[in-house]
Protein backbone atom coordinates (compact mmCIF):
# COMPACT_ATOMS: atom_id res chain seq x y z
CA UNK A 1 0.00 0.00 0.00
CA UNK A 2 0.75 3.14 -0.92
CA UNK A 3 0.89 6.53 1.58
CA UNK A 4 -2.42 7.96 0.03
CA UNK A 5 -4.13 3.97 0.78
CA UNK A 6 -3.07 4.56 4.29
CA UNK A 7 -4.77 8.02 4.50
CA UNK A 8 -8.14 6.79 2.67
CA UNK A 9 -7.80 4.08 5.37
CA UNK A 10 -7.50 6.11 8.48
CA UNK A 11 -10.13 8.68 7.10
CA UNK A 12 -12.71 5.56 6.52
CA UNK A 13 -11.80 4.28 9.57
CA UNK A 14 -11.26 7.40 11.99
CA UNK A 15 -13.54 6.12 14.68
CA UNK A 16 -12.35 2.83 15.11
CA UNK A 17 -8.72 4.36 15.73
CA UNK A 18 -10.10 7.04 17.62
CA UNK A 19 -12.31 4.73 19.77
CA UNK A 20 -9.58 2.20 20.54
CA UNK A 21 -6.94 5.23 21.77
CA UNK A 22 -9.77 6.07 24.10
CA UNK A 23 -10.26 2.88 25.38
CA UNK A 24 -6.82 2.33 26.46
CA UNK A 25 -6.44 6.21 27.63
CA UNK A 26 -9.66 4.94 30.13
CA UNK A 27 -8.06 1.61 30.89
CA UNK A 28 -5.08 3.27 31.60
CA UNK A 29 -6.12 5.77 33.74
CA UNK A 30 -8.55 3.82 35.51
CA UNK A 31 -5.84 1.30 36.92
CA UNK A 32 -3.60 4.17 37.86
CA UNK A 33 -6.55 5.19 39.90
CA UNK A 34 -6.89 1.99 41.76
CA UNK A 35 -3.30 1.39 41.96
CA UNK A 36 -2.08 2.54 45.72
CA UNK A 37 0.19 5.31 45.86
CA UNK A 38 4.08 4.24 46.81
CA UNK A 39 6.73 6.66 48.53
CA UNK A 40 10.22 6.12 47.71
CA UNK A 41 13.31 7.37 50.44
CA UNK A 42 16.90 7.15 49.75
CA UNK A 43 19.96 7.07 51.94
CA UNK A 44 23.46 7.52 50.45
CA UNK A 45 26.38 4.91 51.81
CA UNK A 46 29.96 6.20 51.44
CA UNK A 47 32.03 2.77 51.22
CA UNK A 48 35.77 3.76 52.24
CA UNK A 49 39.10 2.28 53.25
CA UNK A 50 41.49 3.71 55.40
CA UNK A 51 45.16 4.30 54.16
CA UNK A 52 48.25 5.48 55.02
CA UNK A 53 49.67 6.99 51.88
CA UNK A 54 48.56 7.58 48.05
CA UNK A 55 49.16 4.61 46.63
CA UNK A 56 47.18 2.74 49.94
CA UNK A 57 44.68 4.77 48.90
CA UNK A 58 44.41 4.37 45.52
CA UNK A 59 44.36 0.19 46.04
CA UNK A 60 42.46 1.04 48.62
CA UNK A 61 39.59 2.86 46.28
CA UNK A 62 39.55 0.00 43.85
CA UNK A 63 39.01 -2.64 46.17
CA UNK A 64 36.31 -0.54 47.48
CA UNK A 65 34.44 0.11 43.85
CA UNK A 66 35.14 -3.43 43.26
CA UNK A 67 33.41 -4.76 46.66
CA UNK A 68 30.39 -2.12 46.78
CA UNK A 69 28.61 -4.15 43.73
CA UNK A 70 28.36 -7.30 46.25
CA UNK A 71 27.19 -4.93 48.63
CA UNK A 72 24.03 -3.57 46.80
CA UNK A 73 23.15 -7.47 46.54
CA UNK A 74 23.49 -7.88 50.50
CA UNK A 75 21.50 -5.07 51.00
CA UNK A 76 18.57 -7.00 49.74
CA UNK A 77 19.27 -10.00 50.92
CA UNK A 78 17.11 -11.58 53.52
CA UNK A 79 19.68 -11.63 56.42
CA UNK A 80 19.94 -7.57 56.78
CA UNK A 81 15.97 -7.71 55.58
CA UNK A 82 15.97 -9.96 58.91
CA UNK A 83 17.26 -7.77 60.69
CA UNK A 84 15.44 -4.37 59.67
CA UNK A 85 12.26 -6.30 60.22
CA UNK A 86 13.38 -6.78 63.43
CA UNK A 87 13.88 -3.64 64.46
CA UNK A 88 11.32 -2.07 62.96
CA UNK A 89 8.81 -4.15 64.86
CA UNK A 90 5.56 -3.89 62.81
CA UNK A 91 4.88 -7.67 61.77
CA UNK A 92 7.06 -7.69 59.03
CA UNK A 93 8.97 -10.39 57.57
CA UNK A 94 12.44 -10.71 55.98
CA UNK A 95 10.60 -11.06 52.59
CA UNK A 96 8.21 -7.96 53.22
CA UNK A 97 11.51 -5.96 53.77
CA UNK A 98 13.47 -7.50 51.49
CA UNK A 99 10.69 -6.74 48.62
CA UNK A 100 10.71 -3.45 49.57
CA UNK A 101 14.34 -2.16 49.29
CA UNK A 102 16.59 -1.40 46.50
CA UNK A 103 20.51 -0.91 46.09
CA UNK A 104 22.01 1.07 43.49
CA UNK A 105 25.61 1.67 42.67
CA UNK A 106 26.68 5.15 41.39
CA UNK A 107 28.66 4.48 38.39
CA UNK A 108 32.47 4.86 38.87
CA UNK A 109 31.91 5.37 42.86
CA UNK A 110 31.61 4.09 46.10
CA UNK A 111 28.91 5.51 46.72
CA UNK A 112 25.76 3.30 47.65
CA UNK A 113 21.81 4.44 47.24
CA UNK A 114 19.60 2.81 49.46
CA UNK A 115 15.41 2.89 48.62
CA UNK A 116 12.72 1.84 50.53
CA UNK A 117 9.12 2.21 48.79
CA UNK A 118 6.09 2.30 51.01
CA UNK A 119 2.53 3.21 51.01
CA UNK A 120 3.29 4.64 54.40
CA UNK A 121 6.42 7.98 53.43
CA UNK A 122 7.18 7.97 57.26
CA UNK A 123 7.69 3.99 57.24
CA UNK A 124 9.43 4.43 53.99
CA UNK A 125 12.10 7.01 55.42
CA UNK A 126 12.21 4.69 58.44
CA UNK A 127 12.98 1.65 56.31
CA UNK A 128 15.41 3.40 54.43
CA UNK A 129 17.40 4.94 57.45
CA UNK A 130 17.09 1.87 59.21
CA UNK A 131 18.68 -0.65 56.56
CA UNK A 132 21.81 2.20 56.07
CA UNK A 133 22.68 1.88 59.92
CA UNK A 134 22.15 -1.63 60.27
CA UNK A 135 24.28 -2.17 57.24
CA UNK A 136 26.89 0.39 58.37
CA UNK A 137 27.52 -2.15 61.16
CA UNK A 138 26.45 -5.59 59.39
CA UNK A 139 29.94 -4.85 57.11
CA UNK A 140 31.86 -4.46 59.70
CA UNK A 141 31.02 -8.06 61.19
CA UNK A 142 31.34 -9.33 57.41
CA UNK A 143 34.52 -7.85 56.34
CA UNK A 144 38.32 -8.45 57.65
CA UNK A 145 39.73 -6.05 55.76
CA UNK A 146 39.12 -2.49 56.99
CA UNK A 147 36.12 -1.53 55.46
CA UNK A 148 33.79 1.22 56.34
CA UNK A 149 30.44 1.94 55.38
CA UNK A 150 29.14 5.40 56.50
CA UNK A 151 25.99 7.22 56.05
CA UNK A 152 26.64 10.50 54.01
CA UNK A 153 23.14 11.56 53.01
CA UNK A 154 20.05 9.92 55.41
CA UNK A 155 16.71 9.39 53.65
CA UNK A 156 14.04 12.52 54.47
CA UNK A 157 10.50 12.10 54.43
CA UNK A 158 8.78 12.15 50.50
CA UNK A 159 6.25 14.48 49.66
CA UNK A 160 5.08 12.81 46.30
CA UNK A 161 4.41 9.17 45.40
CA UNK A 162 6.54 7.88 42.91
CA UNK A 163 4.04 5.74 41.41
CA UNK A 164 1.72 5.38 39.50
CA UNK A 165 2.49 7.64 37.36
CA UNK A 166 -0.92 8.76 35.57
CA UNK A 167 0.21 11.48 33.22
CA UNK A 168 2.84 8.76 32.44
CA UNK A 169 0.53 5.91 32.03
CA UNK A 170 -2.07 7.71 29.98
CA UNK A 171 0.49 9.41 27.60
CA UNK A 172 1.68 5.82 26.61
CA UNK A 173 -1.99 4.36 26.70
CA UNK A 174 -2.80 7.33 24.33
CA UNK A 175 0.36 6.44 21.84
CA UNK A 176 -0.19 2.96 22.17
CA UNK A 177 -4.03 2.89 21.40
CA UNK A 178 -3.34 5.48 18.24
CA UNK A 179 -0.91 2.12 16.64
CA UNK A 180 -3.48 -0.72 17.99
CA UNK A 181 -5.82 1.59 16.39
CA UNK A 182 -4.54 2.25 12.99
CA UNK A 183 -3.15 -1.69 13.11
CA UNK A 184 -6.91 -2.47 13.46
CA UNK A 185 -8.20 0.32 10.87
CA UNK A 186 -5.43 -1.72 8.42
CA UNK A 187 -6.49 -4.95 9.33
CA UNK A 188 -10.03 -4.50 8.98
CA UNK A 189 -9.49 -2.71 5.25
CA UNK A 190 -7.15 -5.91 4.78
CA UNK A 191 -10.15 -8.21 5.24
CA UNK A 192 -12.61 -5.94 4.53
CA UNK A 193 -13.65 -7.56 0.33
CA UNK A 194 -16.94 -5.55 -0.19
CA UNK A 195 -16.77 -2.99 -2.84
CA UNK A 196 -16.63 0.43 -1.97
CA UNK A 197 -16.23 2.90 -4.51
CA UNK A 198 -16.00 3.00 -8.71
CA UNK A 199 -13.04 1.80 -9.89
CA UNK A 200 -13.52 -1.83 -7.72
CA UNK A 201 -16.84 -1.91 -9.69
CA UNK A 202 -15.69 -1.12 -12.98
CA UNK A 203 -12.63 -3.83 -12.34
CA UNK A 204 -14.93 -6.43 -11.62
CA UNK A 205 -17.13 -5.91 -14.09
CA UNK A 206 -15.69 -4.63 -16.85
CA UNK A 207 -18.52 -1.88 -17.11
CA UNK A 208 -18.74 1.72 -16.28
CA UNK A 209 -20.00 3.13 -13.03
CA UNK A 210 -23.38 4.63 -14.84
CA UNK A 211 -24.07 6.77 -11.10
CA UNK A 212 -24.75 6.27 -8.07
CA UNK A 213 -27.06 6.95 -5.19
CA UNK A 214 -26.56 7.73 -1.31
CA UNK A 215 -28.07 6.17 1.45
CA UNK A 216 -30.84 8.55 2.71
CA UNK A 217 -33.43 7.28 5.75
CA UNK A 218 -36.29 9.16 4.32
CA UNK A 219 -36.23 6.22 1.70
CA UNK A 220 -38.21 4.09 4.11
CA UNK A 221 -41.36 6.46 4.13
CA UNK A 222 -40.55 7.74 0.33
CA UNK A 223 -39.38 5.35 -1.65
CA UNK A 224 -40.15 7.35 -5.09
CA UNK A 225 -38.02 9.88 -6.36
CA UNK A 226 -41.93 11.54 -7.00
CA UNK A 227 -42.59 11.74 -2.93
CA UNK A 228 -39.44 14.27 -3.12
CA UNK A 229 -38.82 17.78 -4.10
CA UNK A 230 -37.36 18.38 -7.56
CA UNK A 231 -34.08 18.98 -6.68
CA UNK A 232 -33.42 16.64 -3.99
CA UNK A 233 -30.06 14.73 -3.78
CA UNK A 234 -32.03 11.24 -4.64
CA UNK A 235 -34.05 13.05 -7.82
CA UNK A 236 -30.74 14.52 -9.06
CA UNK A 237 -28.94 10.75 -9.14
CA UNK A 238 -31.49 9.11 -11.09
CA UNK A 239 -31.47 12.12 -13.59
CA UNK A 240 -27.22 11.35 -13.63
CA UNK A 241 -28.14 7.86 -14.11
CA UNK A 242 -30.85 8.68 -17.18
CA UNK A 243 -28.08 10.83 -19.01
CA UNK A 244 -25.44 8.17 -18.64
CA UNK A 245 -27.36 5.56 -19.77
CA UNK A 246 -29.11 6.97 -22.67
CA UNK A 247 -25.41 7.46 -23.82
CA UNK A 248 -25.00 3.76 -23.92
CA UNK A 249 -24.32 2.43 -27.20
CA UNK A 250 -27.15 0.03 -28.08
CA UNK A 251 -27.96 -0.65 -31.80
CA UNK A 252 -31.81 -0.68 -31.82
CA UNK A 253 -34.20 2.31 -31.98
CA UNK A 254 -35.54 0.86 -28.52
CA UNK A 255 -34.00 -0.40 -26.11
CA UNK A 256 -34.47 -3.24 -23.08
CA UNK A 257 -32.51 -2.93 -20.16
CA UNK A 258 -32.47 -5.64 -17.29
CA UNK A 259 -31.87 -4.07 -13.58
CA UNK A 260 -30.70 -6.75 -11.42
CA UNK A 261 -28.06 -7.47 -8.73
CA UNK A 262 -25.91 -9.75 -7.18
CA UNK A 263 -27.74 -10.88 -4.05
CA UNK A 264 -31.23 -9.25 -3.07
CA UNK A 265 -30.69 -6.45 -0.61
CA UNK A 266 -29.32 -4.26 -2.50
CA UNK A 267 -31.70 -1.95 -4.08
CA UNK A 268 -32.48 -3.51 -7.76
CA UNK A 269 -35.76 -2.96 -7.50
CA UNK A 270 -36.23 0.98 -6.13
CA UNK A 271 -33.65 1.66 -8.81
CA UNK A 272 -35.52 -0.14 -11.71
CA UNK A 273 -39.05 2.09 -10.66
CA UNK A 274 -37.34 5.08 -10.26
CA UNK A 275 -35.13 5.00 -13.26
CA UNK A 276 -38.20 4.29 -15.22
CA UNK A 277 -40.34 7.06 -13.87
CA UNK A 278 -36.99 9.42 -14.30
CA UNK A 279 -36.89 8.09 -18.03
CA UNK A 280 -40.85 8.85 -18.35
CA UNK A 281 -40.30 12.23 -17.22
CA UNK A 282 -37.30 13.45 -19.45
CA UNK A 283 -40.55 12.71 -22.62
CA UNK A 284 -39.39 9.17 -23.81
CA UNK A 285 -42.17 6.58 -24.18
CA UNK A 286 -41.03 4.01 -21.44
CA UNK A 287 -42.41 0.58 -19.94
CA UNK A 288 -41.64 -0.84 -16.71
CA UNK A 289 -41.65 -4.38 -17.13
CA UNK A 290 -41.99 -6.47 -13.58
CA UNK A 291 -39.87 -10.21 -14.68
CA UNK A 292 -39.22 -10.68 -10.62
CA UNK A 293 -42.04 -13.46 -10.54
CA UNK A 294 -40.54 -14.62 -6.95
CA UNK A 295 -41.07 -11.47 -4.86
CA UNK A 296 -42.62 -8.86 -6.83
CA UNK A 297 -42.83 -5.53 -4.99
CA UNK A 298 -43.79 -3.03 -8.22
CA UNK A 299 -47.28 -2.87 -7.60
CA UNK A 300 -46.75 -2.40 -3.62
CA UNK A 301 -44.45 0.93 -4.56
CA UNK A 302 -46.48 2.03 -7.04
CA UNK A 303 -49.73 2.01 -5.19
CA UNK A 304 -51.71 -0.18 -8.70
CA UNK A 305 -53.20 -3.45 -9.16
CA UNK A 306 -51.08 -6.40 -9.54
CA UNK A 307 -53.22 -9.43 -10.13
CA UNK A 308 -53.42 -9.10 -13.87
CA UNK A 309 -49.77 -8.56 -15.07
CA UNK A 310 -46.90 -10.97 -17.33
CA UNK A 311 -47.87 -14.07 -15.80
CA UNK A 312 -51.50 -13.19 -17.27
CA UNK A 313 -50.54 -12.14 -20.38
CA UNK A 314 -47.75 -15.06 -20.64
CA UNK A 315 -50.37 -17.99 -20.18
CA UNK A 316 -52.94 -16.21 -22.71
CA UNK A 317 -55.46 -15.14 -20.38
CA UNK A 318 -54.94 -11.39 -21.67
CA UNK A 319 -53.81 -9.39 -23.62
CA UNK A 320 -50.55 -7.17 -23.33
CA UNK A 321 -52.77 -4.12 -24.01
CA UNK A 322 -55.29 -5.07 -21.53
CA UNK A 323 -52.54 -6.00 -19.05
CA UNK A 324 -50.23 -2.35 -19.39
CA UNK A 325 -51.25 -0.03 -16.82
CA UNK A 326 -50.54 3.90 -17.41
CA UNK A 327 -48.97 5.65 -14.30
CA UNK A 328 -48.06 9.20 -13.73
CA UNK A 329 -48.55 12.02 -15.46
CA UNK A 330 -46.16 11.10 -18.29
CA UNK A 331 -45.68 8.40 -20.69
CA UNK A 332 -45.02 5.64 -18.11
CA UNK A 333 -46.79 1.96 -18.47
CA UNK A 334 -46.51 -0.61 -16.06
CA UNK A 335 -46.76 -4.18 -16.50
CA UNK A 336 -46.83 -5.80 -13.00
CA UNK A 337 -45.50 -9.92 -12.59
CA UNK A 338 -49.30 -10.67 -11.77
CA UNK A 339 -50.29 -14.16 -9.79
CA UNK A 340 -46.50 -15.52 -8.67
CA UNK A 341 -46.11 -18.87 -10.38
CA UNK A 342 -44.75 -22.34 -9.60
CA UNK A 343 -42.31 -22.73 -12.50
CA UNK A 344 -40.83 -18.66 -13.19
CA UNK A 345 -37.49 -20.15 -14.47
CA UNK A 346 -39.99 -21.68 -17.25
CA UNK A 347 -41.80 -18.79 -18.12
CA UNK A 348 -39.07 -15.63 -18.63
CA UNK A 349 -37.66 -18.16 -21.15
CA UNK A 350 -40.52 -19.10 -22.92
CA UNK A 351 -41.30 -18.10 -26.52
CA UNK A 352 -44.46 -15.97 -25.20
CA UNK A 353 -41.78 -14.22 -22.93
CA UNK A 354 -39.44 -13.07 -25.90
CA UNK A 355 -43.16 -12.52 -28.23
CA UNK A 356 -43.94 -9.94 -25.00
CA UNK A 357 -40.61 -8.31 -24.87
CA UNK A 358 -40.73 -7.88 -29.14
CA UNK A 359 -44.22 -6.30 -28.56
CA UNK A 360 -42.51 -3.78 -25.97
CA UNK A 361 -40.38 -3.02 -28.54
CA UNK A 362 -43.05 -1.57 -31.11
CA UNK A 363 -44.75 0.32 -28.02
CA UNK A 364 -41.99 2.14 -25.98
CA UNK A 365 -38.63 3.86 -26.56
CA UNK A 366 -37.36 2.31 -23.24
CA UNK A 367 -38.36 -0.79 -21.56
CA UNK A 368 -37.20 -1.25 -17.84
CA UNK A 369 -36.93 -5.16 -16.76
CA UNK A 370 -36.99 -5.76 -12.99
CA UNK A 371 -35.53 -9.03 -12.77
CA UNK A 372 -34.78 -11.10 -9.69
CA UNK A 373 -31.04 -11.26 -8.31
CA UNK A 374 -28.36 -13.60 -9.99
CA UNK A 375 -26.78 -15.06 -7.79
CA UNK A 376 -29.47 -17.09 -6.18
CA UNK A 377 -31.42 -17.80 -9.57
CA UNK A 378 -31.30 -18.04 -12.94
CA UNK A 379 -34.20 -15.72 -14.42
CA UNK A 380 -32.30 -12.52 -14.52
CA UNK A 381 -29.63 -14.49 -16.68
CA UNK A 382 -32.29 -15.85 -18.86
CA UNK A 383 -34.07 -12.41 -19.10
CA UNK A 384 -30.19 -10.72 -19.72
CA UNK A 385 -29.89 -12.78 -22.96
CA UNK A 386 -32.97 -11.47 -24.48
CA UNK A 387 -32.74 -7.96 -23.84
CA UNK A 388 -30.37 -5.28 -25.64
CA UNK A 389 -28.02 -4.88 -22.01
CA UNK A 390 -28.28 -5.39 -18.36
CA UNK A 391 -27.41 -2.94 -15.45
CA UNK A 392 -25.97 -4.19 -11.94
CA UNK A 393 -27.21 -2.74 -8.90
CA UNK A 394 -24.29 -2.79 -6.32
CA UNK A 395 -24.79 -2.30 -2.62
CA UNK A 396 -21.79 -0.02 -1.21
CA UNK A 397 -20.49 -1.86 1.60
CA UNK A 398 -22.32 -4.99 1.61
CA UNK A 399 -22.04 -6.62 -2.04
CA UNK A 400 -18.55 -8.43 -1.71
CA UNK A 401 -16.48 -8.93 -4.73
CA UNK A 402 -16.60 -12.41 -5.01
CA UNK A 403 -20.91 -11.90 -5.33
CA UNK A 404 -20.21 -9.12 -8.07
CA UNK A 405 -17.86 -11.21 -9.98
CA UNK A 406 -20.01 -14.03 -9.99
CA UNK A 407 -22.94 -11.73 -11.66
CA UNK A 408 -20.68 -10.14 -14.05
CA UNK A 409 -19.70 -13.54 -14.91
CA UNK A 410 -22.84 -15.26 -15.44
CA UNK A 411 -24.13 -12.63 -17.34
CA UNK A 412 -20.89 -13.01 -19.80
CA UNK A 413 -22.10 -16.96 -19.80
CA UNK A 414 -25.44 -16.80 -21.13
CA UNK A 415 -24.00 -13.85 -23.69
CA UNK A 416 -25.51 -11.55 -21.80
CA UNK A 417 -23.94 -7.55 -21.61
CA UNK A 418 -23.14 -5.58 -18.64
CA UNK A 419 -23.66 -2.05 -20.27
CA UNK A 420 -23.28 -0.19 -16.28
CA UNK A 421 -23.74 -0.55 -12.94
CA UNK A 422 -24.99 1.64 -10.05
CA UNK A 423 -23.50 1.96 -6.38
CA UNK A 424 -26.58 2.38 -3.77
CA UNK A 425 -26.79 3.26 -0.53
CA UNK A 426 -23.04 4.74 -0.44
CA UNK A 427 -21.65 6.36 2.82
CA UNK A 428 -21.97 10.12 3.12
CA UNK A 429 -18.65 9.41 5.12
CA UNK A 430 -15.03 9.28 3.47
CA UNK A 431 -14.97 11.33 0.49
CA UNK A 432 -17.21 8.58 -1.45
CA UNK A 433 -17.92 8.93 -5.16
CA UNK A 434 -21.90 8.18 -5.05
CA UNK A 435 -24.60 8.49 -2.26
CA UNK A 436 -28.47 7.29 -1.51
CA UNK A 437 -29.32 3.92 -0.31
CA UNK A 438 -32.74 1.77 0.04
CA UNK A 439 -33.35 -1.70 1.11
CA UNK A 440 -35.20 -4.91 -0.18
CA UNK A 441 -36.15 -8.12 1.91
CA UNK A 442 -35.79 -11.44 -0.64
CA UNK A 443 -37.12 -14.96 -0.08
CA UNK A 444 -33.85 -16.84 -1.23
CA UNK A 445 -31.22 -18.17 0.59
CA UNK A 446 -29.13 -14.94 0.16
CA UNK A 447 -31.26 -12.48 2.22
CA UNK A 448 -30.96 -11.47 5.28
CA UNK A 449 -33.56 -11.85 7.70
CA UNK A 450 -35.35 -8.75 9.55
CA UNK A 451 -33.54 -7.38 11.97
CA UNK A 452 -29.59 -8.94 11.55
CA UNK A 453 -26.90 -7.15 10.73
CA UNK A 454 -26.50 -6.12 7.30
CA UNK A 455 -23.19 -5.67 6.42
CA UNK A 456 -21.45 -1.99 6.37
CA UNK A 457 -24.43 0.17 5.78
CA UNK A 458 -26.89 1.39 8.29
CA UNK A 459 -29.93 -1.00 8.45
CA UNK A 460 -32.72 -0.79 5.96
CA UNK A 461 -36.35 -1.66 5.87
CA UNK A 462 -38.13 -3.61 3.15
CA UNK A 463 -40.13 -0.79 2.53
CA UNK A 464 -36.65 1.27 1.26
CA UNK A 465 -37.26 -1.15 -2.48
Known sequence: MELRDYLRILRRRWMLVVATALVAVAAAAGLSLLLTPQYAATAQLFISTPTGDSTDAYQGGLFSQQQVTSYATLITGEELAGQVAGQLDDGSTARDVSDQLTATVVPETTLLDVTATDPDPARAQALANGTANIFTAYIGELERAPIKATVTDPASLP??????????????????????????????????????????????????????????????????????????????AFRVLRTNLQFVRIDRSSKVIVISSSVPGEGKTTTAVNLAITLAQAGQRTCLLEAD?????????????????????????????????????????????????????????????????????????????????????????????????????????????????????????????????????????????????????????????????????????????
Do not use: C
Open 159 to 236: TSPVSPQVLRNVGLAAVLGLLLGIGLAVLRETLDTTVKDAAMVTELTDAPVLGGVQYDTNAVKRPLVTDLDSHAPRVE
Open 293 to 465: LRRPRVAEYLRIEGAVGLTTVLIGRAPLAEALQPWGEHDLAVLTSGAIPPNPAELVQSHEMRVVIDELRTRFDVIIVDAPPLLPVTDAALLAAEADGAVLVVRHGTTTRDQLKGAADRLQAVGGRTVGAVLSMTSNRGGDRYGYGYGYGYGYGYAPEPGRRRGASEPVSPAQL
